[in-house]
């Protein structure tokens, strides 16, 4: 059935506006066919989506700010392809790393022993030449603002920061949300389609009652954001991963701009009230070079192998991490998202030309959730995988212990360990699992 058009002023064209129009003065409306919950990088990526169908719409995002922290990194293919489509490509490659994403390391610590090294982009026997880069390696801080930038001048959209949804209560032809600014002030807003793009915790979701399906917490890390030059250590073996064994320091770190700016995820020893005092120490262990790292944050996170058991509720689409928790083994989190987002803009622009809109919009989760599913047991299959180094190598009480047996491995033990690391090279080249037509 086709939905009711809403009053003519609400789908009136608006002008262009300017970036701080949309941000401040703009009164939010009363109406929108579309509200989007969440300006993340799926809920940007919905809004391109969704202007380039020319639908209007309303994104709102409760933070101030987009995303500090690098966070996501990796754009796989298809993902890469849609942004192309929505005509930021080019712009996200500017702003992505200019590292060569040449090999995957796995070292005691960073200025320590090379325990094994995964080729990225092998080289042709017979030319001599490496083959393309995997995927772009975009840290998810540099990406967002090109995406909220992106959206805003959108004449079809209206993208509000510092705006939170607080409640929402479906009618049999509408959605009514309720919104809050920072400064506490209430409004609502109606509309015919609510896209969750609220991420993982998603209080969408959590108001309608949507359970997710799966297992997790799976321990809790931290993500240390620091900033540092390690040009030295990574220059002949350049790549965005270094997977650190030190026994007091096991974690992984992630180079995304190899004079600056990287991340250091290991495990969160501290209590719940949000502090844990070892990990300078363990930071500064994990590196073991000459350089004091400044570090400009600390995140605790836990990861979870969950999907959600609904993709919709009435008139509620969830969409991205509130539809999913992958663990970050894989990078698939942010690329499954965008591929939804792109699922389900199409068949909204299906049903807002007048398709049957419960068949279109079921078809959505049916084509989204096995591959969200599949993505998620990928994630985990890649997180467990990684134990088969540690396995080779054994369990070393501290770090002279786990150097020692480094150096006395047998040419077998050596053997072993090259192909447990050959073993990993689905983790980072695998594209994941597309959503059916995707
Ligand atoms: C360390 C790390 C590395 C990762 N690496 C990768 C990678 O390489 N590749 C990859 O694909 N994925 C990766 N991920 C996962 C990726 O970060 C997430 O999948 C991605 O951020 C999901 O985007 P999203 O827009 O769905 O959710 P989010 O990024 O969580 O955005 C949700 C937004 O909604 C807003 N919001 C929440 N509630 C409300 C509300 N009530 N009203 C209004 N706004 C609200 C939030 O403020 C937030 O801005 C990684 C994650 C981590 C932690």
């Given at each position: 059935?086709?939905?009711?058009?809403?009053?003519?002023?609400?789908?009136?064209?608006?002008?262009?506006?300017?970036?701080?129009?949309?941000?401040?003065?703009?009164?939010?409306?009363?109406?929108?066919?579309?509200?989007?919950?969440?300006?993340?990088?799926?809920?940007?990526?919905?809004?391109?989506?969704?202007?380039?169908?020319?639908?209007?719409?309303?994104?709102?995002?409760?933070?101030?700010?987009?995303?500090?922290?690098?966070?996501?990194?990796?754009?796989?293919?298809?993902?890469?392809?849609?942004?192309?489509?929505?005509?930021?490509?080019?712009?996200?490659?500017?702003?992505?790393?200019?590292?060569?994403?040449?090999?995957?390391?796995?070292?005691?610590?960073?200025?320590?022993a090379?325990?094994?090294?995964?080729?990225?982009?092998?080289?042709?026997?017979?030319?001599?030449?490496?083959g393309?880069?995997?995927?772009?390696?975009?840290?998810?801080?540099?990406l967002?603002?090109?995406?909220?930038?992106?959206?805003?001048?959108?004449?079809?959209?209206?993208?509000?920061?510092?705006?939170?949804?607080?409640?929402?209560?479906?009618?049999?032809?509408?959605?009514?949300?309720?919104?809050?600014?920072?400064?506490?002030n209430?409004?609502?807003?109606?509309?015919?389609?609510?896209?969750?793009?609220?991420?993982?915790?998603?209080?969408?979701?959590?108001?309608?009652?949507?359970?997710?399906?799966?297992?997790?917490?799976?321990?809790?890390?931290?993500?240390?954001?620091?900033?540092?030059?390690?040009?030295?250590?990574?220059?002949?073996?350049?790549?965005?991963?270094?997977?650190?064994?030190?026994?007091?320091?096991?974690?992984?770190?992630?180079?995304?701009?190899?004079?600056?700016?990287?991340?250091?995820?290991?495990?969160?020893?501290?209590?719940?009230?949000?502090?844990?005092?070892?990990l300078?120490?363990?930071?500064?262990?994990a590196?073991?070079v000459?350089?004091?790292?400044k570090?400009?944050?600390?995140?605790?996170?836990?990861?979870?192998?969950?999907?959600?058991?609904?993709?919709?509720?009435?008139?509620?689409?969830?969409?991205?991490?509130?539809?999913h928790?992958?663990?970050?083994?894989?990078g698939?989190?942010?690329?499954?998202?965008?591929?939804?987002?792109?699922?389900?803009?199409a068949?909204?622009?299906?049903?807002?030309?007048?398709?049957p809109?419960?068949?279109?919009?079921?078809?959505?989760?049916?084509?989204?959730r096995p591959?969200?599913?599949?993505?998620?047991?990928?994630?985990?299959?890649?997180?467990?995988r990684?134990?088969?180094?540690a396995?080779?190598?054994?369990?070393?009480?501290?770090?002279?212990?786990?150097?020692?047996?480094?150096?006395?491995?047998?040419?077998?033990?050596?053997?072993?360990?090259?192909?447990?690391?050959?073993?990993?090279?689905?983790?980072?080249?695998?594209?994941?699992?597309?959503?059916?037509?995707?």
């Amino acid at each position: 059935m086709r939905s009711p058009p809403l009053p003519r002023e609400t789908t009136m064209r608006a002008p262009p506006l300017s970036r701080e129009t949309t941000m401040r003065t703009r009164p939010l409306p009363r109406e929108t066919p579309v509200l989007v919950i969440g300006g993340g990088p799926v809920g940007l990526v919905t809004s391109l989506l969704l202007s380039q169908r020319d639908i209007e719409h309303l994104v709102v995002e409760r933070r101030e700010e987009t995303q500090r922290a690098p966070a996501a990194h990796v754009i796989r293919r298809r993902p890469m392809e849609i942004l192309d489509g929505v005509g930021v490509g080019d712009e996200v490659r500017a702003v992505s790393s200019r590292l060569a994403l040449d090999f995957i390391t796995w070292c005691t610590t960073l200025g320590g022993a090379e325990v094994g090294r995964l080729g990225l982009r092998p080289a042709d026997p017979e030319t001599g030449e490496r083959g393309p880069e995997p995927w772009l390696n975009c840290s998810q801080n540099r990406l967002e603002p090109v995406l909220m930038a992106a959206a805003r001048r959108q004449q079809q959209a209206q993208v509000v920061s510092g705006v939170e949804c607080v409640a929402i209560d479906q009618a049999p032809e509408a959605v009514v949300a309720t919104l809050r600014t920072t400064d506490g002030n209430e409004s609502q807003v109606e509309a015919r389609w609510a896209i969750a793009a609220d991420g993982a915790g998603s209080p969408t979701r959590r108001m309608l009652g949507i359970e997710m399906e799966g297992i997790g917490p799976l321990g809790r890390f931290a993500m240390i954001h620091f900033e540092a030059d390690l040009t030295p250590w990574i220059r002949d073996r350049p790549g965005p991963l270094y997977w650190i064994l030190h026994p007091e320091a096991t974690g992984t770190l992630i180079v995304h701009d190899p004079e600056r700016s990287h991340v250091f995820m290991t495990m969160w020893t501290g209590g719940a009230d949000g502090q844990d005092e070892t990990l300078p120490d363990r930071l500064a262990a994990a590196l073991d070079v000459p350089v004091t790292p400044k570090i400009l944050s600390v995140e605790s996170w836990s990861p979870h192998v969950q999907v959600a058991s609904r993709y919709r509720e009435g008139r509620v689409l969830l969409v991205g991490d509130a539809a999913h928790r992958f663990p970050p083994t894989g990078g698939l989190g942010l690329n499954t998202g965008i591929q939804e987002a792109e699922n389900l803009v199409a068949r909204l622009a299906e049903v807002e030309a007048g398709g049957p809109h419960a068949g279109l919009l079921q078809g959505y989760e049916a084509a989204c959730r096995p591959a969200a599913q599949a993505n998620a047991d990928e994630s985990f299959e890649n997180m467990k995988r990684l134990a088969e180094i540690a396995r080779v190598i054994g369990s070393w009480p501290d770090l002279a212990g786990l150097e020692r047996r480094i150096a006395d491995l047998t040419d077998a033990e050596r053997q072993q360990l090259a192909k447990a690391v050959d073993a990993q090279s689905s983790h980072f080249l695998s594209d994941g699992s597309f959503p059916d037509g995707g």
